[in-house]
């Protein structure tokens, strides 16, 4: 689990790196203020871990989770 401020998260781009505790290869879901966002796996990143972005949810999906 990792805690992000939206402006972190907007800084991120292409390479960007997030620290995680899980292992490498184990899927991931991507939350944002509550509501399933993404889909991922964890990597590992010039010896770090992180998250690749594997599925990003329909924009229709998240409209629907809103309500």
């Known amino acids: 689990r990792r805690k992000m ?3 972190e998260m ?3 781009g292409q390479g960007s790196v997030i620290p995680l505790e899980k292992e490498v290869g184990e899927p991931m879901q991507v939350y944002v ?12 990143v010039n010896e770090k871990f992180g998250i690749r972005l594997t599925d990003i949810i ?7 989770q809103l309500a």
Do not use: C, S, T
């Not at 329909?58 to 629907?64: G, H, M, N, T, V």
């Open 5 to 7: 401020l939206v402006k």
């Open 10 to 12: 907007l800084q991120l």
């Open 33 to 44: 203020n509550g509501k399933l966002m993404a889909y991922g796996e964890v990597v590992v």
């Open 58 to 64: 329909d924009p229709k999906e998240r409209i629907a």
